[in-house]
């Protein structure tokens, strides 16, 4: 056979490999999740020609992916049986960047650094097939394309700025169709080379690319085997009686090694939603957030059009940290997929506001390029979309419960996160009208029973029918018990065209205006007035004669424009 031809890498590619290798960064062991993704790509692309040509699968029907570590040695290889790579293919797609994400990636990089960023950047992107060079000092790509009769190796090492193409002649090493990826292990990096790390890393990427994943794992099964008897113990025997000794056997565990399928192919979120069970999304639920608890709701839903994506929401039984928990943006609920590949669960704001935080799910777009990183997630009108809907869903799950026979799920879901979307009043005036009919609050008519705002104005819609003068002490108050409750329904302003009125602040309008006894009365304690406020002096604003009690004397009012007594008491207690 002709000898390994030499090739100069692409500039673009030596930059990004010398990038690669000197950058310290901490997570080395995405090199797995994009060789799976890359040999995904390849049987994708062979499945989806062979529709229309079914004499490119002949060869090797089993459409698969296996992954063989080699502890010893420190060797990994991963084999696919995908569409494989011509020689041209190997120069094409091996030696240069014609990606467009990772030639966007070089470019974030450049911009990064010239930001006086550091190359940590690294670590958020995916940087495909070359990020093999982040854990081998050798790689070796082995493949058979369908188009071409010969098998072709294309080999590269890190430090180098040139790889070498060749024609297999390892008669070993010959594959019907696809592609074998060999990797030496840098001195370091040989722990990766560990059957249960690879399959504990597999589990984690890539437990729902829809090709089998198999590793090579070892496996025992016991069996019961005939054990001597103790020699002495057999003389004693024999001398005794032939026929009375017994044979002895002991449980032994046998060992061996196989190819073992290491993920479920089938995402639960693909399913058709009629098709599957409550029970199934619990505990696809309770594995994926290893949680012990069953969720309140679950919402699985498809999007298409601008975006398409596929998703399924929970609302958790209990708040993580307890209900007095600060909101806190930063969790790992939400795991984002991008065509069944896990992208990452890191998330800060991106696809859920602050105060839905507590949601939890999976995320699966189509959208997205595979190495979307946190800049492109924040900057992706794609996402912003994707955010929409999702808010939205997340709506409509919890209004869902609200509106469940069980009213203990909703006191439940309030008891937990009525904080959040109090918060939710304060920081997202947009989705006031979602929010509002969900929130719930004691009042002067429901000392132990939490009502809605709706029941709040039904009750009195029926009461202002029946009376036109209303004794204050008939009207139903809201009482804002907790110290969020005032600055949210503040910035509600109003509900249903209604607007919110602070009983203890001056000028309170019941509507029950009388002129003539207003007079009358202003005509008898005006110099009343008038007296107690020269004696108070600059302890109160100013004194007036007010409509509102009915069986105290007086009562301290703050301005309008002023605080109310709560919030002094809570400007006081954080000056304090
Ligand atoms: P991307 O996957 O974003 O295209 P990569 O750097 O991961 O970028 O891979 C570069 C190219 O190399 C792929 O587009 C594909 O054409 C080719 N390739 C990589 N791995 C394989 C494989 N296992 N089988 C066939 N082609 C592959
Ligand atoms: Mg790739």
Redesign the pocket.
């Known amino acids: 056979p002709p000898p390994a031809e030499k090739f100069e890498y692409q500039a673009e590619v030596s930059r990004l490999m010398d990038l690669i290798v000197n950058s310290l960064y901490s997570n080395k062991e995405v090199f797995l999740r ?2 799976i ?3 995904s ?2 049987l994708d692309k062979l499945r989806y020609l062979s529709v229309t040509n079914p004499e490119l699968s002949k060869d090797a029907a089993d459409l698969d992916i296996r992954i063989y570590a080699d502890k010893e040695n420190g060797v990994i290889t991963l084999t ?1 049986s ?4 011509t020689r041209q ?1 190997l120069v094409d ?2 030696g240069t960047i014609a ?1 467009s ?2 030639a966007k990636f070089l470019k974030a990089l450049k911009d990064n650094k010239d930001a006086g960023g550091d190359n940590n950047l690294i670590g958020q992107f995916g ?4 990020s093999a060079f982040l854990v081998a000092d050798r790689v070796t790509v082995s ?1 058979k394309s369908p188009k071409s009769d010969k098998q072709y190796v294309w080999e590269g090492e890190a430090d180098s700025s040139s790889y070498t193409i060749k024609e297999e002649t390892d008669p070993q090493l010959i594959i019907p169709r ?2 074998r ?1 060999t990797l030496h292990l840098k001195r370091d990096d040989k722990g990766f080379a560990d059957p249960e790390r690879i399959q504990k890393l597999v589990k984690n990427y890539s437990q729902f690319v829809s090709f089998p994943i198999y590793t090579w794992q070892e496996k025992g099964y016991t069996k019961e085997v005939e054990v001597d008897d103790d020699p002495a113990e057999s003389k004693k025997d024999d001398q005794d009686d032939q026929t009375e000794r017994k044979k002895k056997t002991k449980k032994v565990v046998e060992r061996y090694w196989d190819w073992e399928l290491t993920n479920e192919m089938q995402p639960i979120w693909l399913r058709n939603s009629k098709e599957v069970t409550t029970e199934e999304y619990n505990e696809f639920y309770r594995k994926t957030f290893n949680e012990y608890l069953d969720p309140l709701a679950s919402s699985h839903f498809t999007t298409e059009g601008e975006v398409e994506f596929r998703s399924i929401l929970y609302v958790p039984p209990v708040s993580p940290m307890g209900k007095d928990d600060v909101v806190n943006q930063k969790t790992k609920n939400i795991r984002l997929y991008v065509k069944r590949v896990f992208i990452s669960d890191d998330f800060d704001g991106e696809l859920f506001p602050r105060y839905l935080s507590f949601i939890k799910g999976v995320v699966d777009s189509h959208d997205l390029p ?2 979307v990183s946190r800049e492109i997630l924040q900057e992706s009108r794609i996402v912003r979309i994707m955010k929409k809907r999702l808010v939205k869903k997340a709506f409509d799950m919890i209004l869902g419960i609200s509106l469940s026979e069980n009213r203990e799920d909703y006191e439940k879901f309030w008891d937990n996160f009525g904080k959040h979307l109090k918060l939710g009043c304060i920081e997202d005036r947009e989705n006031h009208k979602r929010l509002a009919p969900l929130l719930r609050f004691f009042s002067s008519q429901s000392e132990n029973d939490m009502i809605s705002l709706d029941e709040y104005v039904e009750n009195m819609k029926a009461e202002q029918k029946l009376y036109t003068t209303l004794h204050p002490t008939a009207l139903q108050v809201l009482y804002l018990v907790e110290p969020i409750d005032e600055v949210a329904i503040q910035s509600l302003k109003s509900y249903k065209d209604k607007d919110f009125i602070d009983i203890s602040k001056e000028d309170l309008d019941l509507g029950d205006k009388n002129e003539e006894k207003e007079a009358a009365v202003k005509k008898e304690f005006g110099q009343t007035c008038d007296w107690i406020k020269k004696r108070l002096g600059d302890k109160v604003a100013s004194v007036q004669i007010s409509s509102r009690l009915s069986s105290s004397p007086c009562v301290l009012v703050s301005g309008k424009f002023g605080w109310s007594a709560n919030m002094e008491r809570l400007m006081k207690a954080q000056s304090a």
Do not use: P
Request: hydrophobic residues 35%; aromatic residues 8%; glycine residues 18%.
């Open positions: 994009e060789l993704s890359n040999a790509d390849a696919d995908g569409i494989g790579m293919e797609c091996l990606q994400g990772t940087v495909g097939f070359y493949t696809g592609t990826i595979l190495n």
